[in-house]
C-alpha cells in the first residue's frame, strides 16, 4: 500500500451548503475542520507507507475518524457508519453527500500500521502543538497528573487456565501456520476433544484431586509441544511464533520439571515455597503478552495497564465574570500508558521529560503521594519544575509512634559530618553507602556513647543498644525535610486542592471514551487507544472554549428563572 501526501482534501460545495443548512449553529465535527484541519495531515504518517503499490486511505482523513469515533464512544462498524450517513461527518472528512465511505475493517488496518511504526502519539501531539502556538498551552504554568487502571481486552485466567489455554492457543496457531506439522507430532483427535472447546473453569472437574491431575496433563501436553518445536528437526520459524513462545514462558513460570529416584520425570506444578516469577514478568493471559495483574489496596485487584494524565489547570474564574474573558480550557498535556505493575513514582520523571521536550512543562506540578521521591523532588527543582505533592513521612518506629526522638530530632552538621543526637552526644561514624542503587549515609553512634545515656530508652530499641540513622545526601535530605515541613501547613494544604480536579478528568475520559477498559490486545495498541482518548477529550474541551467559554457556569434552575422574570 502507497500513500501520497494530500492531505484532508477540500470540502464540495454541495456538501457545504447541506451540512451549513443541517446544522446552522454548527456541531463538533463541523468546528474540528474548520479549525483544526492543519492537525489532520498526511505528511507525518510517511514513514509508515510506500512509494508503490495501491494508494491507500488518506492517514489524516482516517486520524481525524478515529478522533471523532472516539470524541463520540463508537465502535468502528458505528463509525464508519458515520462516515457515510453523517452530514456534519462529511464535512469534517471534505466527502461527497454521495461517497459510499469505506469497510470498517480499515480502521483495525490504520491502527496495527501506526502500533507498529510507533506512531501511536502523531495526532495528539501535534494538536498540543497546535494549541501551544495558539497560546492555549505554555511551559510555566500549573499542571496535574494521576493514574486509573486500566481492564485489558482479554478474560481473566487463573493459573490452571492460563495452563491450558496457553496449550490451546500455541495449537490453534499451529493449526494454520503449520498443520502437516503439527498431525505429525501429536495426537490431533485427542488433542482436539481436550482442547477444541476454550479452557474455562466452569466446564472444569469440581474435586481439587482431579484438578491436579488435569494440572499434570496440561504441563505434560505443553512439554511435548515444546520438545518437538525446539527440536533440531524442527523448522526453526516454528519456534518464533507468538504462541509457541508464549506457551513456553508459561511452562516455566507455571511447572516444575524434575527427576525422581527412579528416573522417571516428575511435572509439579509450582507453589509459593516453589518461587514464581515477578509479577512484571508473569504473564497472565496467551493472548495479549503485556496484561499484567496488579493491586492498588485491599479493594482494587486486575489484569491489564495504567494511565496516567496530565492537565493544565486553571482556578475557576470569578462568578460575576462573563463567558470567554480569556480563562484558558484545561486541556491534557499528556498520556502516559504502563503495564499494571509499574509504580507511580516510576512515571514521574518520563512525564516531565515529555513535557520539557515538547515545550509546556508546568512550573507547578500536582500530585498524589505515589510520585514523588526526594530525587525525584531534587531533580525537578534543577529543572525549574516545583513538585507540589505529599510525600511519605518519616517511617522509623519513633515517628510511627510519635513517640521518642526520630530524625528531627537529631542536628546534622554537613561540613564535619557528625549528628549530635538531644542528649548532646555526637555519632561515631559517618559511612556513605548505596541501598538500592541510591546514595545514602548510615550514621552510627557508639554504645559506649548510648549505654548510659539516660534518653535511651526513648531514642532506640536495638538489640545493640545504639542508635543508627539512615540519612540520603545533603541536598535530597533538605528537600525532603522541607516538604515534610511545608505540607502541614494550612496555606499548602489550600493550594494542594487544585489537584482534585484532575479525579474529573478521569471521570470524563471514562463516560466518554470509556478508557478504563482496553479495547485492543498489547501496550503498543492501548497507547494508541489512549493517545486518541485523550486527543479527543482535548477536542471536546476546545469546542467548549470556542463556543460557551472552558469553563461553565452552572446552569441556572428553574426557580431561579421564575425570580428573573418575578423581578423583571
Avoid at 485489558?152 to 501456520?177: F, I, K, M, P, T
Avoid at 542508635?467 to 496555606?491: G, S
Wanted: charged share 25%; hydrophobic share 40%; with cysteine.
Amino acid at each position: 500500500m502507497s500513500m501520497r501526501p494530500v492531505g484532508l482534501p477540500e470540502i464540495p460545495e454541495q456538501t457545504v451548503v447541506v451540512a451549513r443548512a443541517a446544522f446552522p449553529k454548527g456541531s463538533l465535527a463541523i468546528r474540528v475542520r474548520d479549525r483544526l484541519a492543519e492537525v489532520f495531515v498526511d505528511e507525518p504518517f510517511t514513514e509508515a507507507f510506500g512509494v508503490r503499490g495501491a494508494p491507500g486511505l488518506s492517514p489524516g482523513v482516517l486520524s481525524l475518524v478515529m478522533v471523532l469515533q472516539f470524541a463520540e464512544g463508537l465502535t468502528d462498524r458505528q463509525a464508519a457508519a458515520m462516515a457515510v450517513r453523517a452530514i456534519d461527518w462529511k464535512y469534517a472528512l471534505g466527502a461527497e453527500l454521495t461517497d459510499t465511505g469505506f469497510d470498517a475493517s480499515v480502521l483495525c488496518r490504520f491502527r496495527a500500521r501506526l502500533a507498529d511504526n510507533g506512531m501511536e502519539r502523531v495526532v495528539f501531539d501535534r494538536l498540543l502543538e497546535h494549541c501551544k502556538d495558539a497560546g492555549l498551552v505554555a511551559a510555566g504554568g500549573k499542571q496535574r497528573t494521576d493514574s486509573t487502571h486500566v481492564i485489558s481486552a482479554v478474560r481473566d485466567l487463573n493459573r490452571l487456565e492460563l495452563a491450558g489455554e496457553s496449550v490451546r492457543a500455541a495449537l490453534e496457531a499451529l493449526a494454520v501456520a503449520a498443520p502437516a506439522w503439527l498431525a505429525g507430532h501429536i495426537n490431533v483427535t485427542e488433542f482436539a476433544e481436550r482442547y477444541g472447546p476454550r479452557v474455562d473453569g466452569w466446564r472444569m472437574p469440581p474435586s481439587q484431586t482431579k484438578r491436579d491431575r488435569l494440572a499434570q496433563v496440561f504441563g505434560q501436553d505443553a512439554i511435548a509441544l515444546c520438545r518437538a518445536a525446539w527440536a533440531d528437526d524442527a523448522p526453526a520459524w516454528i519456534r518464533e511464533i507468538e504462541a509457541v513462545g508464549l506457551l513456553r514462558q508459561v511452562l516455566v513460570q507455571t511447572y516444575i520439571v524434575r527427576t525422581d529416584a527412579r528416573g522417571r520425570q516428575v511435572i509439579k506444578k509450582r507453589d509459593a515455597d516453589d518461587g514464581v516469577p515477578p509479577g512484571q514478568l508473569r504473564l497472565a493471559s496467551p493472548y495479549d503478552s503485556d496484561a499484567r495483574w496488579a493491586a492498588k489496596g485491599d479493594d482494587l485487584f486486575w489484569m491489564g495497564y495504567k494511565i496516567h494524565l496530565t492537565e493544565t489547570c486553571t482556578t475557576l474564574p470569578d462568578a460575576d465574570a462573563d463567558v470567554g474573558t480569556g480563562v484558558m480550557p484545561n486541556l491534557i498535556t499528556d498520556v502516559h500508558s504502563t503495564d499494571a505493575t509499574v509504580p507511580d513514582v516510576k512515571a514521574t520523571a518520563p512525564i516531565q521529560r515529555k513535557l520539557a521536550e515538547h515545550g509546556v512543562q508546568p512550573g507547578e506540578h500536582y500530585l498524589d503521594s505515589g510520585y514523588p521521591s526526594a530525587d525525584l523532588i531534587t531533580k525537578a527543582l534543577k529543572q525549574g519544575i516545583r513538585m507540589v505533592t505529599p510525600v511519605l513521612q518519616d517511617h522509623s518506629d519513633q515517628a510511627k509512634a510519635a513517640e521518642g526522638f526520630d530524625k528531627n530530632a537529631f542536628t546534622i552538621n554537613w561540613k564535619t559530618r557528625q549528628v549530635r543526637c538531644p542528649a548532646g552526644r555526637t555519632s561515631s561514624h559517618w559511612n556513605p553507602v548505596k541501598q538500592h542503587g541510591k546514595d545514602a549515609i548510615v550514621i552510627t553512634f557508639s554504645v559506649l556513647t548510648c549505654r548510659d545515656c539516660p534518653l535511651q530508652k526513648q531514642c532506640t530499641t536495638s538489640k545493640t543498644g545504639r542508635r543508627m540513622l539512615t540519612l540520603r545526601p545533603e541536598e535530597l535530605h533538605e528537600n525532603l525535610a522541607r516538604a515534610r515541613a511545608e505540607q502541614k501547613t494550612d496555606t499548602w494544604k489550600n493550594k494542594y486542592a487544585l489537584r482534585a480536579g484532575v479525579e474529573g478528568t478521569i471521570n470524563q475520559a471514562l463516560d466518554i471514551t470509556g478508557i478504563r477498559r482496553a479495547r485492543y490486545r498489547g501496550l503498543p495498541k492501548v497507547r494508541l487507544q489512549h493517545a486518541f482518548s485523550a486527543t479527543a477529550l482535548n477536542v471536546i474541551r476546545l469546542d467548549a472554549h470556542w463556543t460557551t467559554g472552558p469553563l461553565n457556569r452552572p446552569r441556572t434552575s428553574r426557580l431561579e428563572r421564575l425570580s428573573y422574570r418575578l423581578s423583571a
